[in-house]
């Protein structure tokens, strides 16, 4: 009797499929037949397709890769566009075995792979209309979002093992899907957090990737100033038990500062633990990682951090790897010296003992370092001196003799 309830309350997968196969409407296709073809996306497009579905189409697509080219573009696409995240083993297993032999066939869409792969690097957004109207248009709390993003980093690395030169296509593909800043913080957090998991697998591509990061962050730090923060703030508190219009004003004035401030705050916490992360083994400080990743993160710091004006925040993450040896903060203090022209020098005098990271007595070490050791006004217009600038660890022994 329990089977018989179980039968009936149970249908039977969706497996069923009109038109012909995907070989034989291909072939109809170059004699200009297109109702198979049509019929075909489609049945692709079905937003209610089953895992059934979605594994008899994949093994039909995987078995005739070599006859599918540019022309079929928009075909692949939809193919490429299947719900396969989060879904059965099976179905991921049949969606690796496709990409992998499509990029081996048809180099033509690895482009077309990687972006597919990367718009995953997000929730989705959910709509819910009432009418015309939308009431709500906020991201997805999918408790399968870790599976989906573990799922498209698995294709990734099935992709960088087959084509070498995926790096040089992916770049550009992370840059200009980057979320606007002004985006959700959790949809920030999940983006940033899937490119810095992209530099464990493919380790060239870690300069470009912090870059990038660094380059938005300093774009929400430069937005929302410590001054502005500190000032609001103040308000707040004078404001406190003033009319209900007051407040409302306010209110107005103080929500994009804390906005940008919340999104900068989540992006500083994801930056500072891949750090601590990438240069720890088993919870042991890795002195090699230390060092590759600390070079990384200078010459992004040379080039982006210190021409910005007004940033306060962003150049923690420097400060924070430097915590982690003496050595990597003398050798820090080193480069800013070399860098930074006379009136940035006086600047630092008052800023560096400030910061917990940096010891007090390596401050006292270098403020005490006879003129003839640092770099006066013409050397630091040199050409010399710029191209060597450029590489922090070539001026520095101190990093080199880290242990």
């Not at 770099?375 to 001196?385: C, F, G, I, M, T």
């Amino acid at each position: 009797m329990d089977v018989e309830r179980d039968f009936l309350n149970t249908p039977p997968p969706k497996t069923v499929r009109f038109g012909d196969s995907v070989a034989n409407t291909l072939a109809k296709l170059k004699q200009g037949h297109t109702s198979d073809y049509e019929m075909i996306k489609h049945q692709l497009s079905d937003p209610d397709i089953k895992d059934a579905q979605i594994i008899s189409w994949l093994q039909e697509f995987r078995l005739c890769v070599t006859q599918l080219g540019k022309e079929h573009e928009q075909l692949i696409y939809m193919v490429l566009r299947l719900p396969w995240c989060g879904r059965s083993p099976a179905v991921v297993d049949e969606y690796l075995a496709f990409l992998s032999n499509l990029i081996s066939a048809q180099t033509v869409y690895l482009r077309s792979c990687l972006k597919t792969l990367v718009s995953n690097f997000t929730p989705r957004r959910v709509r819910i209309q009432e009418g015309n109207v939308d009431i709500s248009d906020s991201d997805d709390d999918d408790e399968n979002l870790p599976r989906i993003f573990d799922h498209c980093h698995q294709a990734l690395q099935m992709i960088a093992r087959y084509v070498p030169s995926t790096s040089r296509f992916l770049m550009p593909i992370l840059s200009d899907n980057f979320p606007y800043v002004q985006k959700s913080s959790r949809t920030l957090e999940c983006y940033v957090h899937n490119l810095l998991r992209i530099t464990v697998y493919v380790p060239a591509l870690r300069r470009d990737v912090l870059e990038l990061i660094i380059s938005r962050m300093l774009t929400l730090d430069v937005s929302a100033p410590r001054s502005e923060i500190e000032e609001m703030e103040s308000m707040r508190e004078q404001n406190h038990g003033a009319g209900a219009e007051d407040d409302f004003l306010f209110d107005m004035r103080s929500a994009d500062v804390y906005s940008v401030a919340e999104r900068l705050d989540m992006l500083m916490l994801v930056l500072l633990a891949y750090i601590k992360d990438m240069i720890h083994v088993d919870g042991v400080l890795d002195v090699e990682r230390v060092k590759t990743l600390y070079r990384d993160l200078m010459c992004v710091f040379d080039k982006l951090v210190l021409p910005t004006h007004a940033s306060c925040h962003v150049q923690f993450c420097m400060l924070y790897l430097c915590s982690f040896r003496l050595g990597l903060a003398e050798a820090f203090l080193d480069h800013l010296w070399i860098t930074c022209p006379p009136p940035g020098r006086r600047r630092l005098h008052g800023q560096l003992p400030r910061q917990s990271q940096v010891h007090s007595h390596s401050v006292l070490r270098e403020l005490q370092k006879p003129q003839r050791l640092r770099p006066d006004a013409s050397q630091l217009n040199s050409r010399k001196y710029r191209e060597r600038s450029r590489e922090p660890d070539r001026f520095s022994s101190k990093l080199d003799s880290l242990n």
